[in-house]
């Protein structure tokens, strides 16, 4: 049974920093590349950013120099590391995990993320 966990959300000044944590059980970690999308209230679901199964990121335009995303493959977990935060990141996070040819796609439950003063 595949699990996605994520963890590590909450309340935050502008400027502040959070760490978000994401689990995945169930399988074979090494295999997927994995993603963190959000999504704000009365918006679309969007990419944040990616690791490729070889460690690879790729970073949306408005999170860059500002996020940071890596991977333990020994713990099956990804990181996000968002620092300078701003209000305009409030939304809820969602880790991705997708195989990198089977086309198997799972996601987790998501995290809330809220940035005000």
């Known amino acids: 049974q595949v699990q996605v966990v994520e963890s590590g959300g909450g309340w935050v000044q502008p400027g502040g920093s959070l760490r978000l944590a994401c689990v995945a059980s169930?399988?074979?970690?090494?295999?997927?590349?994995m993603g963190w999308y959000r999504q704000a209230p009365g918006k679309q679901r969007e990419l944040v950013v990616f690791?490729?199964?070889?460690?690879?990121?790729n970073y949306e335009d408005s999170v860059k120099g500002r996020f940071t995303i890596s991977r333990d493959n020994a713990k099956n977990t990804v990181y996000l590391q968002m620092n300078s935060l701003k209000p305009e990141d409030t939304a809820v996070y969602y880790c991705?995990?997708?195989?990198?040819?089977?086309?198997?796609?799972?996601w987790g439950q998501g995290t809330q993320v809220t940035v005000s003063s």
């Open positions: 690791v490729t199964s070889s460690g690879r990121p």
């Open positions: 991705n995990c997708k195989h990198d040819w089977a086309g198997y796609n799972y």
């Open positions: 169930g399988i074979n970690f090494s295999l997927y590349t």
